[in-house]
């Protein structure tokens, strides 16, 4: 997955916006934007069991 972090300019000010493939998320500050990608790649990243095989019936 390709993360993309970027600085949005608005009239109001400015907000930051962390892009997932083609999936995007506003914050208000770049450290909320950053402290979400941390999040992110620290759950990409942690170990993921494959799901148990039911029991095969047998014949």
Known sequence: M??????????R???????????AVSFRSE???RAFIATLEA???APHGLP???GASAG
């Open 2 to 11: 390709k993360v993309l972090l970027s600085e949005l300019k608005q009239p």
């Open 13 to 23: 000010g400015s907000c930051w916006q962390v892009r997932m493939d083609q999936h």
């Open 31 to 33: 450290a909320e934007a």
């Open 43 to 45: 759950r990409l990243q």
């Open 52 to 54: 148990q095989a039911r």
